[in-house]
């Protein structure tokens, strides 16, 4: 069974940095794009940052140029370096991955549970 399990997050004054952390376990045979999204109370989900199996990253305008997003494919895990936060960043941030359990099948995407990110002003 595939499980995306989140770390970090909490609480943070505007301005101020937090990590994610994401970190896939199971039975995983190859991971594609991994990324983070988020949704705001009464918004829809949207993504935050995107990075490919070679690195390759896209991200939301509203992040760019301070949040970074990195991955070991070794370790099979994505984070989320937020900077320079804004209390619009205040949302649940989802970890995901579109991975394979095999090399017959085709990728899946999975998701983690959720983190809450808090910004005050």
């Known amino acids: 069974q595939v499980q995306l399990v989140e770390s970090g997050g909490g609480l943070a004054q505007a301005g101020g940095s937090l990590r994610l952390s994401c970190a896939a376990s199971g039975s995983i045979f190859s991971i594609g794009d991994m990324g983070w999204f988020r949704q705001a109370p009464g918004k829809q989900r949207e993504l935050v940052a995107i990075?490919?199996?070679?690195?390759?990253?896209n991200y939301a305008d509203s992040v760019k140029g301070r949040f970074i997003c990195s991955r070991d494919n070794a370790k099979k895990s994505v984070a989320l370096q937020m900077n320079s936060l804004k209390p619009e960043d205040t949302a649940v941030y989802y970890c995901?991955?579109?991975?394979?359990?095999?090399?017959?099948?085709?990728?899946?995407?999975?998701w983690g549970q959720g983190t809450q990110v808090t910004v005050s002003s």
């Open positions: 990075i490919s199996s070679g690195g390759d990253t």
């Open positions: 995901n991955a579109n991975l394979r359990t095999r090399s017959y099948l085709s990728y899946v995407m999975y």
